[in-house]
């Protein structure tokens, strides 16, 4: 009886829920269908408090996630965990299932809401001009947000850094590099804040 497993998720006891799978494995003797339900469950149960402990819910997914939930939901040895993934994806995406477990090609899925980083990527822009680039190039960015701790990287082709240059803390900016003793070649460029990229792009130099 899988149950009380179920109430705690949820209540949002997650490792509480699989700490009580574990030990059903270890108390009874399962079956291999029994235990690969048991692992799905576990699973689905593992994904839903990953995506709780990021400070999210199961209808705030973005499409990676939505198909991981569809990997379980069509999985025919997932049981319960199936059903679960399939109700959850039915109700919050319009991903619809038969009994038989196929998805009903007449249901057209939700667009998935944005993640807060997704909106961000969008949000955040640059660009490179001229591009080819000779003698100079411009690197004109626009942030969502101002962080202190901002950079511009710039990289050759075989990935070594051959700048790294802080900007600020500004929302929009430009930032002019002299590429008279930079090869010809491609290059790419990568706007940094805090640590974590939020906008790229790549531009030629052409001596």
Do not use: W
């Amino acid at each position: 009886n899988y149950s009380p497993a179920a109430a705690m998720t949820d209540r949002g006891m997650y490792n509480d829920a699989m700490t009580l799978l574990d030990s059903m494995q270890l108390s009874y003797k399962l079956s291999t269908e029994q235990s690969d339900e048991m692992n799905e469950l576990k699973t689905l149960y593992g994904f839903i408090k990953s995506v709780s402990d990021n400070g999210r819910s199961i209808d705030n997914l973005n499409s990676a996630e939505i198909s991981e939930i569809q990997d379980i939901a069509e999985d025919a040895t997932a049981g319960r965990a199936a059903v679960k993934a399939q109700n959850a994806l039915c109700f919050h995406y319009n991903i619809c299932y038969d009994t038989n477990g196929s998805p009903k090609s007449n249901a057209a899925p939700r667009k998935p809401k944005a993640t807060y980083d997704e909106l961000v990527a969008k949000l955040n822009t640059s660009s490179a001009f001229p591009n080819p680039a000779d003698p100079y190039i411009t690197i004109s960015f626009n942030f969502l947000q101002a962080h202190e701790q901002s950079a511009l990287l710039v990289y050759d082709n075989l990935g070594r850094k051959l700048l790294s240059r802080q900007i600020g803390k500004v929302y929009e900016g430009q930032e002019l590099i002299d590429t008279r003793k930079l090869p010809n070649g491609i290059y790419f460029y990568h706007l940094v804040q805090n640590g974590k990229n939020v906008s790229e792009g790549k531009f030629i130099i052409t001596h």
